[in-house]
């Protein structure tokens, strides 16, 4: 069935570092791909999406880039800051008989940035 | 648009009893999903509605499950019976109307955490 890994974290950064978090995904079909972040104490939220293979999604200085020939959709900074401290989870949309565009997520990357 | 709201926030009940959510969908929005979220993990789904239609469930949901969205708007999730397996943050999330439900963005609300003693 379709699936999606993340690193594992905590993932630690001074402030400015570059980040990377690396998402693998398995899937049948052209899923679509997104990256929710979820600060603490609050809901998941959109950070970007990405709907079809080469498409780049990208908000907030964040981007990534759906690339099928890797089956990946990893989430890159230039310049992270401590209000960046969140947890982040790359998830696909199910494309199965039904249809439903219900998510798939991985188990969350937690990023800690340090001043 | 106030966004996708939940009720309640904290839930904590004692093992076999009855609990029941709730969630308000951001406004003609006609998609609406359940995930459960357990701790250190991402969230799993659970159900979807199509307007009131239950399209589909997860085999997660066991029987002591049950959802519905009678009006196609708000939708309430019922566990019987509960277990201290069943503690979780429950996410209600809605789409609108696009394209297609597979690229449409869902917006969440910010949980129920049900702890079951």
């Known amino acids: 069935g379709n699936s999606v890994t993340q690193m594992e974290g905590p993932v630690t950064l001074s402030e400015e570092a570059f980040l990377t978090i690396n998402c693998t995904y398995t899937?049948?079909?052209?899923?679509?791909l997104f990256w929710y972040v979820q600060y603490p104490g609050e809901g998941l939220q959109l950070l970007l999406k990405?709907?079809?293979?080469?498409d780049k999604g990208s908000n907030k200085g964040f981007e990534a880039t759906y690339r099928k020939e890797t089956t990946s959709f990893h989430l890159e900074k230039g310049s992270v800051q401590v209000s960046d401290s969140a947890v982040y989870f790359c998830a696909l949309s199910d494309q199965g008989s039904s249809n439903t565009g219900k998510l798939i997520f991985g188990q969350g990357t937690t990023l800690q940035v340090k001043p | 648009d106030t966004g996708v709201s939940q009720d309640p926030r904290h839930k904590i009940t004692k093992r076999g009893q009855n609990v029941t959510f709730r969630c308000d969908p951001i406004?003609?929005?006609?998609?609406l999903y359940w995930y459960r979220q357990t701790l250190g993990q991402g969230p799993e789904f659970l159900t979807y509605?199509?307007?009131?239609?239950?399209?589909?469930k997860s085999r997660l949901l066991s029987d002591r499950f049950s959802a519905e969205r009678p009006k196609g708007s708000f939708s309430t999730l019922e566990i019987q019976r509960t277990e201290q397996g069943d503690s979780a943050m429950y996410l209600c999330?809605?789409?609108?109307?696009?394209?297609?439900?597979?690229?449409?963005?869902?917006?969440f609300g910010p949980g129920t955490r049900l702890t079951v003693l």
């Open positions: 899937a049948t079909g052209y899923p679509s």
């Open positions: 990405a709907t079809k293979a080469d």
């Open positions: 509605f199509q307007n009131e239609a239950q399209l589909e």
């Open positions: 999330a809605s789409s609108p109307r696009g394209l297609a439900a597979s690229t449409d963005t869902q917006y």
């Open positions: 406004s003609e929005h006609n998609r």
